[in-house]
Every structure is written in structure tokens, then in C-alpha cells.
């Protein structure tokens, strides 16, 4: 019997012990990490996924969402998805209901949403709202990150999305992602990734955390990765994928997302921000990188009294 473990990007230790509890309880991974995902989701103070999440150029909130089992490599996703709170339920129904397909997007998405019985609610709240105005205006700060510093491809991406905000003209009517990777008794691993993406994107933008390989990869003979950050970077370096074959060659956790996020590091892009990586052992080895120093993820065991942070390896 494997000993139970999830661990999660910055920001999902508000929902790690729900997942915890139900890996005590003997469930199942994709059990804990739904259970943990929808408090990520349903956090109005977190506006990097679900309700509360920044929008687009228009000033609607479209999430991306997945979760990928390592037994089987079956995965489920769903992308450009507008006024349903929790995507990661409706990837994983896609995973168990819809077993023809891997992903479904925008209203295709919504339909098969509406049709298994989600229920729907508004998604971006008054202070998202303001957040997505005031964001367009210059910061020190990165787009898309915790709190560190921008970046010239920061400065080029605001730039443009002002540009873009004011050629789609939004209405009156805000962006990151959060990994949970859980490991259960019976040795299932399961990787789920929920974002609202970049703010100010394209309507009908979809980041990695949509695509496997890119931001989820999971396979239970090496482990499993996920990443948070520049997703067309992650997409183009198959960022995910790398840090689980380097798992496969015998890399340790933080040496395999250091190499992955260095090979995307050589990538050209105007609109260069951080790109972070975290991965997980099927005998419960873990570990992460990110693009700057002083990153953080969070990790539960069955013996664990609350989320333990643990530094990441910088680049």
C-alpha cells in the first residue's frame, strides 16, 4: 500500500487539506484532487482560477482546466470555458464520460457542461473587476506570478494588451494556474491544473493547462508534472512531458523541472514571463523549479497537521 501525498503550486493550500482528508479516508487521487481544486476555485481572493479569475480582453472570464491519470494516461480537459465555477469537474467528466475525447472547448465545452448538469454562476466579482482595469496600467510587478518582479517580456505584454483592450473595446462590466498532483493508497497518481489564464488575452486564448504534455503530464511508471506560467512557453518546450521522461532517466524532482524550465529558458519570446514546474514520484518524491528565486510549493502527507511549504529550486 503507497503512502497517500498531494502537493500543489503557490496558492493551493487552501484546498490540500480537503484533498488530504479524502486520501485519509482511502479515496481515490482524482477524488482528492477535484476536492481540493474546487477550494482553489472557489477562493473570491484568488484571481489566477475560477470564479473571481481576471478576463480577457473583453472583460469575460474564460477557464482552462485538466486532469490526466498516471495509470492510464487518460485525460480529460476542458478550455475557454465561460460561466461554469469549477472546470476541473468538467475536464474529469470529459475523462469518464466522454472516454472518445481528450478535450472539448469553448461552447462545445459549455454544452457538454450544461448537459451533464453543472450548474452555472458569474464568475468575475466586483474586485476582479477593478483588479482587470487597474492591471493594464504599468507595474513592477509580473503578469503572471507570485508577487516577483516583471520582466521585459512583462512590460511587452502589457503594452499589447493595452493595445488589445482598447481595439475590442470591453464592455463595463481579472490570471496563473494552480497544480495539484495527488498520490493515493492504491498508488494512482492524478494531476489537475485550473486556470483563468493570462489576463487580457484573446477571447478564446487557451494556455498549456489545456494541453497534455505542455502543462499536465502524468504516467505512473515515472511520475507526474505540471507547470504554472508563461503557458506558450510550456507549450512549445513540451515543458511537462520533459520533466517526466527526465523523472523516467533517473533525474531526482527539482532536478528534472530545473532541466525543463531551462530548456524553455532558450526559447525566443517577446512576451518572456516566469514559467515554474513541479513534479511528484509515484514512491512520493517531490520537487520543483521556477524561473525566479524565493518560489514555494506546498505538499501534504497522511501524517501532516496542515500544508508544509517547501522552496523551489531557481533557475
Known amino acids: 500500500m503507497a503512502d497517500a501525498i498531494i502537493i500543489g503550486s503557490e496558492r493551493s493550500e ?96 459549455a454544452l457538454f457542461a450544461r448537459e451533464c448538469g453543472f450548474e452555472t454562476a458569474e464568475l468575475i466579482t466586483d474586485e476582479s473587476r477593478t483588479m482587470w482595469r487597474q492591471q493594464v496600467a504599468w507595474s513592477t510587478e509580473a503578469v503572471e506570478g507570485e508577487n516577483t518582479a516583471a520582466l521585459d517580456g512583462d512590460h511587452h505584454y502589457r503594452a499589447n494588451a493595452v493595445e488589445l483592450i482598447r481595439r475590442l473595446a470591453p464592455h463595463a462590466e481579472p490570471w496563473g494556474t494552480i497544480n495539484i498532483i495527488a498520490l493515493d493508497t492504491s498508488g494512482e497518481m492524478c494531476v489537475g491544473v485550473s486556470t483563468s489564464g493570462f489576463p487580457y488575452k484573446y477571447p478564446g486564448r487557451v494556455g498549456d493547462s489545456a494541453i497534455p504534455g505542455a502543462g499536465n503530464w502524468c504516467d505512473l511508471r515515472a511520475g507526474g508534472a505540471a507547470c504554472t506560467g508563461r503557458g506558450e512557453l510550456a507549450m512549445r518546450g513540451g515543458t511537462a512531458r520533459t520533466v517526466v521522461d527526465l523523472l523516467a532517466s533517473g533525474h531526482d524532482p527539482a532536478e528534472a523541472c530545473h532541466t525543463a524550465l531551462r530548456d524553455a529558458a532558450t526559447l525566443p519570446d517577446a512576451f518572456r514571463s516566469e514559467l515554474r514546474a513541479l513534479a511528484l514520484t509515484p514512491d512520493g518524491r517531490h520537487g520543483g523549479a521556477a524561473g525566479q528565486a524565493g518560489s514555494s510549493y506546498v505538499v501534504m502527507t497522511g501524517s501532516s497537521t496542515g500544508p508544509e511549504t517547501h522552496p523551489r529550486r531557481a533557475l
Open 14 to 109: 487552501i484546498g490540500l487539506p480537503a484533498g488530504m482528508e479524502v486520501l485519509r479516508r482511502g479515496g481515490s487521487a482524482p477524488d482528492a484532487v477535484e476536492a481540493a481544486m474546487h477550494r482553489c476555485e472557489d477562493n473570491p481572493n484568488d484571481h489566477y482560477v475560477g470564479t473571481a479569475g481576471l478576463p480577457n480582453a473583453q472583460g469575460v472570464v474564460e477557464l482552462d482546466a485538466s486532469l490526466m491519470l498516471g495509470s492510464t494516461r487518460r485525460f480529460g480537459a476542458v478550455a475557454a470555458l465561460r460561466d461554469y465555477p469549477h472546470p476541473i469537474s468538467v475536464a474529469r467528466a470529459v475523462l469518464e464520460q466522454l472516454p472518445q475525447h481528450c478535450l472539448l472547448v469553448g461552447e462545445g465545452a
